[in-house]
């Protein structure tokens, strides 16, 4: 393959993991960031002793950080590992119920039955047919190129296509749930996995829930130094293989000559690149760096993902009934939905999820401390949205937890910050601070979502989780996969 210059926008986890699969291939690679470090969304937080992580706290299919890092059979160890957790997440419901979601399917299902009475097969059985649709799925949805869905699918032997054949495309994944559960309380558990990409379980497809899988049948893990420290490997593992990075640089516009990219411009000069490799949210590169380009459906009729309001309290005390990963429900779960989605509107009764990563990485805390994670799905900005309504979701973030557990948290704040719509927008180039880009609530998302190369022009190319295959980690690794096997095609 011709060796190319190419130019990386952006040094989000699909930014850099695109670096490293190029450079391995023997290619100069520069990447451009407009902010002072790598990471993108994957930020972290120091304060008075207590650290955290901004942006995805949830580590699945480890394997494809190990893979990057060992691309180029190196015998230079990279400082990075992790475990696999016992518990995958607790989950508080108002009436009183705690399921603790354990790593194994067959306690998970044990732990349900003992405490709300539904049937041990009916989560497994579950499970078992996730995980069958995931392997229908994942090499033509996940791992290749959408439009190449077709010739993927030929190499695929029929038996293994059968899950795949027999999901209802048509079925919303809350109505696939209904179907399998009897339990309310197992039915909204289920249900919030289409939060992993910001829809609605409501009118998300039903394919959705092969993301279940990858918690329960693959394993959910945590790096042992905290999220960031995949961010920090990686980045190493593209500077020992010849990766340029210029921090502060942000990309302003590209120079076209006969639909070709031949350069990008900045404030400081224009950089002349025979391949150029996006990383920014593609909503915000259509409307700024690449706002000459033809703009296309995926962009002209964005739907946007839900946004977040995130508070990073530094804790004054532990509390050994929380877990890493713990989510206070809605008790009115159609209702948050349809105040994000339609009113567009703050939940008075949100769902709260809290991350505290020092139950894991006890540095991250000053000793009998935590460093909390506190989260609520909100609408991207619109019209509605308003810098008061931050106080009224710290209210209502504040309320949810003293009810359910019966925790005043104001008590033990020791250091707080913001994460909102707005902020999420300036720092990460998220357009509207929509965490995923454009929203996945309809049957035809996936088949919507931009391709990872450009159709009009030839040496364009898109990676992370605004892109195909979509947001979180693993499927921000797999566009950098697409990526790479794209720019060898051409």
């Known amino acids: 393959m011709k060796q190319n210059k190419i130019t990386i926008i952006g040094s989000g986890i699909g930014g ?7 450079a391995a291939k023997g290619h100069k690679v520069l990447v451009l960031e407009k902010n002072k470090v790598a990471g993108g969304k994957m930020g972290q937080i120091k304060h008075d002793g207590f650290r955290f992580d901004t942006g995805p706290s949830l580590f699945t299919l480890p394997q494809l950080v190990d893979e990057l890092l060992n691309i180029d059979n190196s015998h230079k160890r990279h400082s990075f590992n992790y475990k696999k957790l016992e518990n995958v997440c607790r989950y508080f419901y108002e009436d009183g119920i705690i399921i603790n979601a354990h790593a194994e399917a067959s306690e998970f299902a044990g732990e349900v039955a003992t405490k709300i009475g539904e049937p041990k097969d009916n989560i497994i059985e579950y499970l078992a047919n996730a995980k069958k649709l995931y392997n229908a799925t994942s090499d033509i949805f996940i791992f290749n190129p959408l439009n190449r869905a077709l010739e993927t699918a030929k190499r695929i032997t029929p038996s293994a296509l059968k899950p795949l054949l027999r999901i209802n495309p048509l079925r919303t994944m809350h109505r ?3 179907r399998w559960f009897k339990s309310d309380h197992v039915i909204q558990l289920f249900d919030r996995y289409a939060t992993y990409n910001g829809s609605s379980p409501y009118l998300a497809p039903s394919v959705l829930k092969v993301i279940s899988h990858l918690e329960h049948n693959t394993g959910a893990y945590f790096p ?11 980045y190493h593992k593209a500077v020992s293989l010849g990766v340029e ?3 502060g640089t942000e990309a302003t516009g590209l120079i076209i000559n006969n639909n070709t990219i031949t350069g990008i411009k900045t404030k400081k000069e224009d950089i002349k690149t025979g391949i150029v490799v996006s990383d920014v949210d593609v909503n915000t590169f259509y409307r700024y760096t690449g706002r000459e380009l033809t703009k296309p459906r995926a962009v002209k009729k964005s739907s946007l993902s839900s946004s977040a309001i995130i508070f990073y309290w530094g804790m004054d005390r532990t509390f050994p009934e929380l877990d890493i990963h713990n989510i206070l429900f809605s008790k009115d779960y159609k209702g948050e939905f349809d105040a994000i989605f339609h009113k567009k509107e703050i939940f008075p ?3 709260v999820y809290i991350f505290i990563s020092s139950k894991v990485v006890k540095t991250d805390a000053p000793e009998r401390c935590e460093n909390w994670f506190v989260m609520i799905n909100v609408p991207p900005l619109g019209d509605k949205f308003r810098k008061e309504h931050i106080n009224t979701a710290r209210q209502n973030v504040i309320g949810k937890i003293q009810k359910v557990l019966n ?11 913001v994460a909102t719509p707005e902020t999420i927008q300036t720092l990460t180039g998220s357009f509207k601070g929509a965490l995923y880009g454009n929203n996945s609530n309809s049957v035809w998302s996936a088949f919507l979502r931009h391709k990872n190369h450009s159709s009009k022009y030839r040496n364009l190319f898109f990676t992370g989780g605004s892109v195909h295959p979509g947001g979180g980690i693993p499927l921000c690794l797999a566009s950098a996969g697409i990526v790479e096997k794209e720019i060898e095609s051409i």
């Open 245 to 247: 990075f210029r921090f």
């Open 407 to 417: 925790i005043n948290p104001e008590m033990y704040i020791r250091f707080e910050e």
């Open 224 to 234: 042992e130094k905290g999220m960031y420290n995949i961010v920090e490997a990686l």
């Open 349 to 351: 009764d949100p769902t």
């Open 176 to 178: 696939e749930n209904l």
């Open 16 to 22: 850099i993991a695109s670096a490293i699969r190029l």
